[in-house]
């Protein structure tokens, strides 16, 4: 037979892609294509808007700040009055007497002539000047003792008043705290005759050593102890309070005069 020209053949590699292979490969080149240009739109996009933006603000000179809080923060200021209010007021703080150049010695006092009072029923009288005080039944003196009075820090009120309530063997407590110049530890009373609502009385003052003239100020008793005056209350001797307690009567009168 004659020969005949040989037909060209081509490699599996060579031959083109044909079936399911051809359609995977154009439908990734596809997928390729889609994600660049969505990628290309939105930095297109944002562009666009940062450019929009500035010509905007640029045309109507919008100043962009740091927003802030709806409620600003709150301040107080502490401030000192000038002058102390009803509320701050205090009684100044007592002055101890120091080094006092004087030596203690026993004072003989002499007994205040007794006022001649013209008042039925029982009537107590307390001068504050003279330390004294004396108690009468329809005019007549019955009792007539020296006492101590408060304090300059701690006045005893002047006025008329009356006896609102008699107790015996109480303890009286410190109304000021440990630390103020006032407080004062617990204190044993045989006998009290409240004269005043808010705590004062005429009552015993066991622990005190002198009473009369002179003893409702800062003093040094002849004994060497320093006392001052009282915290509004009028102090007695026990002996002379017991004699008062059991005499007066719930409403007797007591003025007290400065």
């Not at 005080?133 to 008329?160: C, F, H, R």
């Not at 102890?225 to 017991?242: M, Q, R």
Request: neutral net charge.
């Amino acid at each position: 037979m004659p020969d005949t020209p040989d037909t060209p053949q081509t490699s599996p590699a060579e031959r083109p892609a044909t079936g399911a292979g051809a359609t995977r490969l154009t439908r990734l080149l596809r997928a390729s294509v889609l994600v660049v240009c969505v990628v290309a739109l939105l930095a297109a996009i944002g562009a666009g808007a940062a450019i929009t933006a500035q010509r905007f603000a640029s045309a109507q000179h919008v100043a962009v700040t740091a927003p802030t809080s709806v409620f600003p923060p709150r301040v107080i200021t502490l401030v000192e009055p000038a002058e102390p209010n009803a509320l701050s007021q205090r009684a100044p703080r007592p002055e101890p007497v120091k080094n006092c150049p004087c030596s203690a010695t026993r004072q003989t006092v002499t007994i205040p002539a007794s006022p001649a009072i013209n008042v039925a029923g029982q009537f107590v009288l307390v001068s504050i000047t003279k330390q004294w005080l004396w108690a009468y039944q329809d005019g007549q003196l019955i009792l007539s003792t020296p006492v101590t009075t408060g304090m300059p820090q701690l006045p005893t009120p002047t006025g008329t008043f009356h006896i609102m309530m008699k107790e015996s063997n109480v303890w009286f407590y410190s109304p000021w705290p440990v630390g103020s110049p006032y407080y004062y530890t617990p204190e044993y009373v045989q006998f009290a005759m409240l004269f005043k609502a808010g705590g004062f009385y005429l009552h015993s003052a066991g622990w005190r050593h002198e009473f009369g003239p002179g003893t409702n100020v800062p003093h040094t008793d002849p004994d060497g102890t320093y006392e001052t005056g009282s915290h509004g209350c009028v102090n007695l001797p026990v002996a002379a309070s017991g004699a008062l307690y059991g005499w007066i009567g719930i409403g007797a009168t007591v003025e007290i005069q400065a």
